[in-house]
């Protein structure tokens, strides 16, 4: 067999491969796109109430489920902006930018997925709003949310592709965060008019953005890479704790002004020392502050528009989350017994220094839950949260070969379910507690 010959059968067995990987590929894209479309359907089906006559009793007023959604829109485009949206790994990046390839008609499928993700998920939000408002007007609503999603990936795809879209796109987060404000206390806009504004605004944006999709920056394709890599892996784990730490590791490595400063009012004793590093901690990154800030603005709103029990449950979530985000400090010690070891500290003193500032957030929802709602809620959610959040981050690593049925639906991973619910079963509880 000459050279030529072997080199034509290497080419054939290569071009042999790539054939079935892509049929491999369009297989199992067409399984996960068939699953997501039928799930979606069938959770329009129901939410629609026409084959399960599923009913709500309304609990928010048109002009408050407006404002819930721009918060959602607003808080999604945040969502996109950090993860990308269009992202690839570092040898593809690396291909892209060398090769003399079209990058657009590459990065195309992947801006068409988020896009059509996102609309998807703006309808269901629509629904879901409108059947809690009570509106009936169905379809303008679901040209609404679709709109809507589609605008915020347009806008997130400009950022990649511009200086000027990426300095611009926290000012339109602020700013529908103050719309939405806004649109809480004045008359909503009729839903027609809405539904064309923002479809207009939609296909403008996108056909922008996917005609510019040749001009994407390098750093931007890979500046979410972490965070989704670490997202797939806590789902695939169920432990949300590996994006937790990526968000921190991102809020650590974010470029900031460093002044030279005295040492002040710190304490030069061990507890005071471990109580000033959980603080420094939290001013770096910012995630902690911002969840609470956001969670208390939930339960004031919440308590406006639920009845008080709902918004003793709502406080319970908020609760919850903000004393998990301001107790990573606590995760990192108790998970690692090295650090404990070089601290040369007893166990006590090192856990209680860690728990200031989760107590510190679990009083502060609590305040916000005892002021709007009533006290004995308040203390119901300051104490279940805060005991929730401890028992959760001082839980032994998680074991995967547990105890596991197997039954006519598949198998229920039964020890996976009770780790799971080692800090968060304790929100029932609290739930309990609510109704006396």
Do not use: C, K
């Not at 056909?207 to 890599?229: E, F, K, M, P």
């Amino acid at each position: 067999m000459t050279t030529d010959e072997m080199s034509s059968a290497e080419l054939h067995r290569e071009l042999r491969r790539r054939r079935v990987d892509t049929e491999s590929t369009v297989e199992r894209m067409s399984i996960w796109g068939g699953g997501v479309a039928s799930m979606t359907a069938i959770a329009l089906w129901v939410l629609s109430g026409r084959a399960t006559g599923l009913t709500v009793a309304p609990v928010l007023s048109a002009s408050s489920a407006t404002g819930v959604g721009l918060v959602v829109a607003a808080a999604a485009l945040h969502g996109v902006r950090i993860v990308g949206p269009v992202g690839t790994d570092a040898a593809t990046t690396h291909w892209l930018i060398s090769a003399p390839l079209d990058r657009g008609a590459l990065l195309r499928g992947r801006a068409l997925a988020w896009s059509g993700a996102f609309v998807v998920l703006g309808v269901v939000v629509a629904r879901v709003l409108a059947l809690v408002a009570g509106a009936t007007l169905w379809w303008p609503l679901a040209v609404v949310g679709a709109a809507a999603g589609a605008l915020v990936v347009a806008l997130a795809l400009l950022g990649q592709q511009s200086r000027r879209w990426s300095s611009a796109l926290p000012v339109v987060e602020f700013g529908t965060v103050f719309l939405a404000a806004a649109a809480a206390v004045t008359p909503p806009a009729p839903v027609v008019v809405s539904a064309a504004v923002l479809s207009v605004a939609a296909v403008a944006a996108w056909a922008t953005a996917v005609s510019r999709l040749g001009r994407i920056r390098r750093v931007s394709l890979t500046s979410g890479s972490d965070l989704l890599a670490a997202g797939w892996v806590g789902v695939s784990f169920f432990d949300v704790g590996f994006l937790v730490s990526a968000l921190e590791s991102r809020a650590l490595r974010r470029r900031g002004a460093v002044r030279s400063r005295s040492r002040g009012w710190v304490s030069t004793r061990p507890a005071g020392a471990l109580v000033w590093s959980d603080v420094v901690r939290h001013r770096r990154n910012v995630m902690m502050p911002a969840v609470l800030a956001v969670g208390s603005g939930l339960v004031v709103v919440g308590s406006a528009v639920l009845t008080p029990y709902w918004a003793g449950v709502l406080g319970l979530v908020v609760g919850y989350v903000a004393t998990s985000a301001a107790s990573i400090g606590l995760r990192d010690v108790m998970s690692d017994r090295a650090i404990r070891f070089a601290l040369a500290l007893p166990d006590r003193m090192v856990t209680g220094a860690f728990l200031v500032v989760p107590s510190l957030a679990a009083l502060t929802v609590a305040v916000a839950v005892g002021v709007t709602v009533s006290w004995w809620s308040g203390l119901v959610v300051g104490l279940t949260t805060l005991m929730a959040a401890v028992r959760s981050r001082t839980a032994p690593p998680r074991v995967y070969d547990g105890l596991a049925i197997v039954t006519m639906f598949g198998m229920v991973p039964v020890d996976m379910i009770r780790q799971l619910l080692r800090g968060p079963g304790l929100l029932l509880v609290g739930a309990v507690l609510l109704l006396l």
